[in-house]
């Protein structure tokens, strides 16, 4: 379809050619019954001309293009109506390309409220991160330690923030598998989760930005940036997006652990029961380990579901461990709701980055 669309901009742009043509008497041009003058001859190579630098910043995904594209339907129709008889047909075009670039505009306003949120994040100073070490990890149990050895973040920087990457399939219950692409930030000082995914939905593009901070707890789903299908804040929200945060920072921030917002119960040689508390909100959860010392799986019994917006067990198995910029993390993970009728595997994802105290977005 991008490609589609490009030729599309293309060929509507190369049309407006003739319009020049016409008007500085380059050929026949029998299309135009109606003289045009050489002015407005200048206004048709002008949309020529935009229309084609169009094209290149749709395909090189430029910021620019859709409000440049806007102009150029705006400019073009104008055009047209001055040719009515003539030209008519390239009211169908401009309708096709000003959808895309409303569309498009769209996109990246939703997704620069996630950026601006992130970069707000981001201008809180940072800490000058210290050096974990064997004695942070004496108030841990002895499997959450051999863990945090295992992954390496020992003789490492302590974490205060971290991005990832994420590809992967979701689903709801009763409906197909959808691909997405994610861009995650992760603060740990203030605990803030900003969470950015792009998907599409039966073929149409559909973005989700999850919004949990110190304070509130969002999550906004929107088709083709413009119709929302999802808007929550509701206060079950907050526990569950608590829930996950602590998630994130068992399964990709394990040196975030010694955090002592924390409290910890040994259960046995390779499980412990965690229990965070965010400013009153607690939520606990139950880690297994195996032998090597892999985090295995995390469940929960305090997240809510969105859709029943009802409190049920939930789990997070992770597998496939990999040397991922100097630690070793699991790259896939499950998430998985067991309800009373049954497990329901909702989300499958996989890491492609993972980056700890980034600087800037």
């Known amino acids: 379809m991008r490609i589609v669309l490009v030729l599309l901009i ?47 910043g749709f395909f090189l995904r430029k910021d ?90 020992v003789g490492k920087p302590k974490v205060y923030n971290m991005k990832i990457v994420f590809t992967g399939e979701m689903r709801d219950k009763g409906k197909d598998w959808f691909h997405f692409t994610s861009e995650q930030y992760n603060f740990m000082d203030s605990p803030t989760r900003l969470f950015f995914m792009k998907a599409k939905i039966m073929g149409l593009p559909t973005n989700g930005y999850h919004k949990y901070t110190n304070e509130t707890a969002s999550m906004r789903i929107k088709l083709l940036s413009l119709f929302s299908v999802v808007d929550l804040s509701e206060p079950e929200l907050y526990p569950t997006e608590t829930v996950t945060f602590f998630n994130d920072l068992c399964l990709f921030a394990p040196a975030a652990l010694i955090d002592d917002r924390i409290t910890w119960e040994t259960l046995d040689a390779l499980s412990a029961k965690a229990t965070f508390n965010n400013k009153g909100t607690t939520i606990s959860a ?76």
């Open 64 to 153: 620019w293009w859709p409000i440049l594209g806007i102009i150029m339907v705006v400019l073009s129709q104008g055009l047209i109506f001055t040719t009515w008889a003539d030209a008519k047909y390239g009211t169908i075009a401009n309708a096709i390309i000003l959808g895309a670039a409303i569309i498009g505009q769209s996109n990246l306003t939703f997704e620069n409220s996630f950026k601006e949120d992130v970069a707000s994040a981001m201008s809180v100073v940072a800490p000058i991160p210290e050096i974990l070490n064997e004695k942070d990890l004496e108030p841990l149990p002895e499997c959450v330690q051999n863990y945090l050895r295992y992954v390496g973040a």
């Open 286 to 361: 139950i880690l297994y380990f195996n032998e090597k010392g892999q985090l295995v799986n995390f469940v929960s019994n305090d997240r809510y579901s969105v859709s029943e917006m009802k409190a049920f067990p939930f789990s997070t198995p992770a597998s496939n461990y990999q040397e991922v910029n100097g630690y070793k993390l699991p790259n896939y993970g499950e998430a998985i709701w067991h309800y009373p009728d049954g497990d329901f595997v909702y989300g499958k994802f996989r890491v492609k980055d993972v980056v700890y105290n980034v600087l800037s977005p």
């Open 10 to 56: 293309i060929l509507h742009g190369l049309i407006h050619f003739m319009g020049f043509a016409k008007a500085f008497q380059f050929g026949e041009m029998a299309q135009f019954t109606k003289e045009i003058s050489r002015p407005m001859g200048i206004l048709w190579l002008l949309a020529a001309l935009l229309f084609l630098v169009t094209a290149i």
